[in-house]
């Protein structure tokens, strides 16, 4: 008969909101081996035992939650997000205080080591116009005390910089020794960081010293109870400003408390603002959708045959913006999509939609070009014609997984559950370690409150990602690695 770890999965819950349902046990334990090692126990489960029974110290258990959170992270990730502050939301909020003297104040949420904190503060930074008599002011909250010591020292290896931008070392950083860069003191100066238990509403509305204009809270609610994840939004949005913006991860946006908020369509990431404020700016809204990356090599073309090829029942040609525009010829096709794929790769959407019109309308069935339209247009939040560039690209290629996949994203948004679901089959019958297929699975079964089958399909996940070296970008995943979204759905846990 297996340990019953229970009584100390509650006191998790009841002390930081952590969600360890049985199916996750096994992950518990190998978190819990360097805790239970620094707090002097023989192995993981007779720690677990020990403080399921006899309620731990506050030492104890701040070396427990160090252990069990997720501290690890880097500058300006999921850079969409970054994008969308610079040149749209700091610009918006200008725009309504009408050029008056004022503070831009954000909020990082579970901000780990920093690295968040201080890119949102480069990011606002970058964003006032010269003479702007603005002011900026970022605060970072963590439950782990260690990792916000971290981040007040503003000390990184290059690690924390993978993927950032080339300019953000040498702009914002100093050498601070071998494999070291420290943040420079004019945005240090910008950045308070505090320790506060998110689910603790009157430490996080202390720590954010009255209303927020942005607040990032990304890649914690995967980690939460229902019921703490809605008392975490439910204090978010008493410190969010009436014309605030919300930054969640892509993989967050099916938490039933963000219906508190509205999404922004045509975000290229995961946006939310106020329902009030969103009825005055009378913005569009709708869950944004994340693409897939790459093109992926066809398995064969037997699978045509299947029902893969049930997804894309029309040839008809997809309508191009700019259609009138000079038209590539030759070898010039492939310039176009390597140009397009860079540009969907630094989250210029639009841009890479106008590259692509001149080809689409010199070759209306091109399937690469379809598929980097349907991509460029889902991240804008047009699921109708990406959907249609979707099928497009589909009919000419049923056996493109990435391809399949967006087609699950894209019906996903539109509320299809079911033919989401059977277009995540299709992915991992063409590609079967295409392991955010499984993490869409995951999820669906999540919301329908089917666990067993989201455990199996949780647990092939994380197979498929262990499969792969740390620092692959896993297909589908926006730039994501292996490593970062094995960290996700395995908790972190030593192996």
């Known amino acids: 008969m297996s340990a019953d770890f229970t009584p100390f999965c509650d006191l998790l819950a009841r002390a930081a909101g952590l969600h360890y349902p049985r199916e996750k046990w096994d992950d518990l334990r190998r978190q819990m081996r360097p805790a239970a090692r620094e707090l002097g126990y023989a192995d993981a489960e007779q720690c677990i035992l020990a403080l399921g029974e006899t309620p731990p110290s506050p030492a104890q258990l701040g070396v427990v939650l160090h252990h069990l959170t997720i501290g690890e992270s880097y500058f300006f990730r999921d850079p969409a997000s970054f994008t969308y502050l610079q040149q749209h939301v700091v610009p918006d909020l200008l725009r309504r205080r009408g050029g008056a003297a004022t503070t831009i104040t954000v909020l990082s949420a579970g901000c780990s080591q920093g690295q968040e904190a201080y890119s949102a503060a480069i990011a606002v930074q970058r964003a006032l116009p010269a003479g702007s008599r603005c002011t900026v002011s970022v605060v970072g909250a963590d439950l782990d005390e260690a990792a916000v010591r971290t981040a007040e020292r503003g000390v990184y290896t290059s690690w924390s910089f993978r993927g950032a931008p080339e300019w953000l070392l040498s702009q914002y950083f100093l050498p601070h020794g071998p494999d070291r860069y420290e943040i420079i003191p004019a945005i240090r100066a910008l950045v308070t960081f505090r320790r506060a238990n998110l689910i603790d509403a009157a430490a996080v509305r202390g720590v954010a010293g009255g209303s927020a204009d942005v607040v990032f809270c990304r890649n914690v609610m995967l980690y939460l109870t229902p019921e703490a ?38 975000a290229g990431t995961a946006v939310f603002i106020k329902k009030a404020s969103f009825a005055e700016a009378g913005r569009q809204a709708a869950s944004p959708v994340r693409p897939a990356r790459r093109r992926a090599a066809s398995p064969g073309a037997a699978v045509a045959r299947r029902r893969a090829a049930g997804a894309a029942p029309s040839s008809a040609r997809v309508p191009v913006d700019g259609e009138r525009r000079r038209r590539p010829r030759g070898d010039a096709f492939d310039e176009v999509l390597t140009e397009a794929r860079g540009l ?121 990602l262990r499969a792969l070296p740390a620092d692959a970008v896993v297909r589908g995943g926006a730039g994501t690695r292996a490593g970062e979204l094995l960290a996700m759905m395995a908790s972190g846990g030593e192996a």
């Open 344 to 464: 969907l790769e630094r989250g210029e959407y639009r841009e890479a939609e106008e590259r692509l019109a001149p080809l689409l309308a010199a070759q209306p069935d091109h399937s690469g070009a379809l598929a980097l339209a349907a991509r460029a247009w889902a991240d804008r939040g047009l699921l109708q014609k990406a959907r249609d560039a979707c099928r497009a690209a589909l009919r000419a290629d049923p056996t493109d997984a990435e391809q399949q996949y967006l087609w699950a994203m894209i019906h996903l948004e539109l509320g299809d559950a079911e033919e989401a679901a059977a277009a995540l089959r299709r992915t991992l019958y063409l590609d079967g370690g295409f392991a955010l297929a499984y993490c869409g699975l995951d999820a669906l079964a999540r919301s329908q409150g089917r666990l067993e089958e989201a455990s199996r399909q949780r647990a092939r996940a994380v197979a498929a």
């Open 229 to 266: 994840n809605d008392r975490v939004l439910s204090t978010l949005e008493t410190v969010l400003a009436d014309d605030g913006t919300l930054f969640v991860s892509p993989t967050e946006t099916g938490v039933p408390g963000l219906s508190r908020f509205c999404p922004v369509r045509g």
